[in-house]
């Protein structure tokens, strides 16, 4: 267990005041109330339901050694000792780096940011590396790893106490390496600060979010910020096929480097031959096989294959590896029925996934597979998104179920309506609405005949569905084969 005193934890903090002359033993820290117990730090953070100033006094109620707050209301009781900061999300971020010896210093911290390729991007280049014969660990969507040990994920990027206490565990068991996603979500509420990033990866930037972020130019001075803060001896790389890929690395202290399937960049590829089995690409004059689909999976290959270079891999070992990487859970997962129907299982869940994913099926089917399109958005979620998905789906379909993805707290019935807002009258005649995403999956299974395919979007490797704030078991995989199996009998 680890145990600092107070003073250890704060040492070095700018501007703080000091309330109390005690100077206590740490070893738990929390921005939890509900997790407090002796020798704990509380940390009280202001955030979009509540304010954790207002839990202060349950926190020292149960214990607390000590508080870093904002303010200090004068009716509290107890004697725990205040650190007053003038904002506790930043302390936060230095005080769980120190506290656990800043192990982000000691490994070798890539960090990917944009609206779709992190979980991909993030797992493959753990998975290269690993590969390679590194000890390494990642953090994302689907899981986090401490080398080859599996830590259920809760976020696509993890708090910073969590994040610190991983990255302390990486080190402990010998990895040089950590892949980290970074969320807008993480960057905004100061969940990586005070984090050492050895490289910063950014994929691309379009509407998701609006809802956190209100608007666009927001959510992407947000993503900028990451690169802003990266230092001189971090890698920034970048891919200019986003029209905003050059935007995010303009005030960056760290080394620049490119990516593009288009234009001259530091690092280029270009797809030769593309099936649903996957892709020949070549990469800096090099060919060879990848078993992923799609355009923006050779961009994703090319964002592996620069960063492994940046960190100094050597370009031969690299290729190598990539040929051998596994598909990335839940992200087109190819599920194929004795009839000869394919399924596609994938995590498009903004509208340019949505319609990359459909482009890349689109470019690989022959004339006479229909497309089925099975798709829905979340409850709870950016609400201006909706109408969006719901024309891509129709744009590329030949045909489209609409139905629920996590409903969380919202009526799924309003959820379709605001989709369908999105598909105009003479379109609609492709469109069906099923609100029950098991009923939507067979539907679309049993429409199908042979050589069609069956795109199931949205949810790829989640294994639940989030009804008012209860998580029911659910897996479009699972259906999916259910009902293939019952098929063939
Ligand atoms: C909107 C959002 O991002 N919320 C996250 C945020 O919560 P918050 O700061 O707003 O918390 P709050 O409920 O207002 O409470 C404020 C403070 O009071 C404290 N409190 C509260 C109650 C109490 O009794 N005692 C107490 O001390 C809370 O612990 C908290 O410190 O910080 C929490 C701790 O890190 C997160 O768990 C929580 O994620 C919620 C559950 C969530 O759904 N987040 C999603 C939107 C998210 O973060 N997604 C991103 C990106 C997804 C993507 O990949 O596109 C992600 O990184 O996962
Ligand atoms: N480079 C890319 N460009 C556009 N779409 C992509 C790209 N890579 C993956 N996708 C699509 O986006 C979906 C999500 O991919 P992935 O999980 O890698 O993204 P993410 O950024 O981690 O998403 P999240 O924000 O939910 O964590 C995939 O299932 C695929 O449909
Ligand atoms: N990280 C994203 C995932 C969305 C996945 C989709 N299935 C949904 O529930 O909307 C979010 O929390 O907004
Ligand atoms: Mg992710």
Redesign the pocket.
Known sequence: MIQKKLSECIDGLPGFRKIGTLDPIINNIT????QVGPHTLFVA????????HD?IQ??VSSGAASVVCEEVAKELTGNAVFIVVENSRHALGYIAGKFYDYPSSKLNLVGVTGTNG?TTIATLLYQTARFLGFKAGLCS?VANYVDEEKVEA????P?ILTLNRLMYQMVEAGCRYCFM?V????ID?K?IDGLFFKGGIFTNITH??LD?HKTFDEYIRVKKSFFDDLPSSAFALTNLDDKHGRVMVQNTDASVKTFSLREMASYRARIIEESFEGMQLTIDGEEFWTPFVGRFNASNMLAVYGAGCELGWSKKDILVAMSRLTPVNGRFEIIRSEEGVTAIVDYAHTPDALRNVLESINHIRRPGQTLITVVGAGGNRDKSKRPVMASEAVKNSSKVILTSDNPRDEDPKTILDQMMEGVSFPERIKVLTIVDRKEAIRTACSIARKGDIVLVAGKGHETYQEVKGQRIHFDDREVIREFFEQQYK
């Open positions: 921005f939890d109330s509900r953070l202001r955030g979009t339901q509540r304010d954790g839990f349950a926190a992190k969507t809760t976020h696509t990027t708090d996603e969320s807008s979500h993480a509420q969940r998701e979010h956190y």
